[in-house]
């Protein structure tokens, strides 16, 4: 039972262009969100988080919107890099109060130069 | 700060052996992860540690697994005895908790094992 769905598994977009990674989950109590980019033999690291009591997180590049009625959140990256090209996970902390995280399957993103 | 460090990087070995992975988290940190990634699951958790306390092991396969934390610098994950089935790239994360402040998790370069 996935309770954060990553439902396409690759994106390929063009230098430049927008990249739009979604994010959907299950469970409406859930209250912190973030993303993590990943490349090939590293560990995964932190992009950007966003808190329920928002419904978008911009820092440079990124930007990422919640729609807490839908359950889904999206991450935007304008414009794309070809560094940018990487596996993106998006995570929850839950509704729990902890620090653990649950993560989706991810997303691998290719930008095209 | 040199960030959240594994050892091995790369274990190989062969069924039925024992296998210590290996984690320093950052300095001053109080939680630490452990996670695993497979093609068929993704990454999921293992186990979490808070200020050195088991919080949660509900993710972790199997009694061939154990992971402890003796001081806030250093926990490993043990599994004895080894099955091909858990080879994976196991990775170690921490981060900084307190009272309803959560931060974001650091993941280490992970332990890519490979059990023939």
């Known amino acids: 039972d996935q309770q954060v769905k990553q439902n396409s598994p690759s994106l390929s977009v063009q230098e430049g262009r927008i990249s739009i990674l979604n994010c959907d989950y299950t469970?409406?109590?859930?209250?912190?969100f973030l993303w993590y980019k990943k490349y090939p033999a590293e560990g995964p690291t932190f992009l950007i988080s966003?808190?329920?009591?928002?419904d978008k997180n911009e820092d440079g590049r990124f930007t990422v919107f919640l729609n807490k009625s839908a359950k889904h959140l999206s991450l935007h990256i304008v414009p794309s890099q070809p560094g940018d090209s990487a596996v993106y996970f998006c995570?929850?902390?839950?509704?729990?109060?902890?620090?653990?995280?649950?993560f989706g399957q991810g997303t691998t993103l290719q930008v095209k130069p | 700060d040199a960030g959240v460090i594994q050892s091995p990087r790369h274990e190989v070995t062969e069924m039925g052996q024992e296998v210590t992975l290996r984690c320093k988290p950052i300095?001053?940190?109080?939680?630490l992860f452990w996670y695993r990634q497979t093609m068929m699951r993704g990454l999921e958790l293992l186990i979490y540690?808070?200020?050195?306390?088991?919080?949660?092991d509900s993710g972790m396969p199997e009694d061939r697994f154990s992971a402890k934390m003796p001081n806030a610098s250093f926990s490993t994950l043990k599994i004895q005895p080894s099955e091909p089935r858990d080879s994976a790239v196991y990775f170690c994360?921490?981060?900084?908790?307190?009272?309803?402040?959560?931060?974001?998790?650091?993941f280490g370069p992970g332990t890519r094992l490979t059990v023939t």
């Open positions: 994360a921490s981060s900084w908790e307190a009272g309803n402040l959560r931060y974001e998790q650091y």
């Open positions: 469970n409406s109590m859930f209250d912190y």
């Open positions: 966003i808190s329920s009591i928002k």
């Open positions: 995570a929850t902390g839950g509704s729990s109060n902890t620090g653990k995280l649950i």
């Open positions: 300095s001053g940190h109080n939680s």
């Open positions: 540690f808070n200020n050195n306390v088991p919080i949660d």
